[in-house]
């Protein structure tokens, strides 16, 4: 590649949050961090219920089942807030970021062989390709990971655009 090659990208915000909520990751209950979670706080508070509905058919020795299944409830419900937490956050900082797209003026992506500069409203964000560790590449969106992270949607730039960015990342980071 000769020279600097500059995308300008539309900031859509529909075409990120496809991309950033797709599979449930919105959701506090259910996205791919808290499904497990959910599902087994909820088996253990129907085991602790049907044992309070059978407490008084417990003997003295065996009433200790109950208080096991209670500390065990109350475990995965501290796992899963930690979770459902951990889910809020990221939603509110994905949120905050779609905003500020919503408001861009420009958006766009400088590169060359040696660097690469993605430039938000006049704040840039320059690195070198050695800094990128991990990348993803589909049909939907690139995605890169290193100094800092990025994901651009198919949507955002034209094909040309897209096919252009795809093979520089190809040649230019080594995972």
């Known amino acids: 590649m000769n020279g600097e090659k500059i995308i300008k990208l539309n900031a859509n915000r529909q075409d990120f949050e ?3 909520f797709s599979g449930n990751q919105g959701s506090l209950f259910f996205s791919p961090t808290t499904k497990g979670k959910t599902v087994t706080t909820a088996v253990v508070g129907l085991i602790l219920l049907i044992l309070f509905c059978f407490k008084d058919d417990l003997s003295k020795e065996k009433f200790g089942i ?3 299944v ?3 409830f109350l475990l995965c419900t501290v796992y899963l807030s930690l979770s459902i937490n951990k889910v809020s956050r990221w939603k509110k ?3 905050r970021y779609l905003e500020s797209l919503e408001d861009s003026e420009i958006y766009e992506i400088r590169f060359n062989d040696e660097i690469f500069n993605v430039n938000l409203n ?8 050695e800094d990128f560790k991990v990348y993803d590449i589909n049909d939907s ?4 990971e290193g100094k800092y992270n ?3 949607p198919e949507k955002s730039m034209n094909k040309g655009d ?3 960015l795809k093979q520089a990342i190809k040649k230019n980071i080594k995972q």
Do not use: D, G, P, R
């Open 162 to 164: 897209y096919n252009i």
């Open 122 to 129: 006049h704040q840039e964000e320059l690195s070198k390709w």
């Open 66 to 68: 109950l208080y096991f």
């Open 93 to 95: 900082e994905v949120n």
């Open 150 to 152: 990025y994901m651009f």
């Open 70 to 72: 209670s500390f065990l």
């Open 141 to 144: 969106f690139i995605a890169l």
């Open 18 to 20: 496809e991309i950033y």
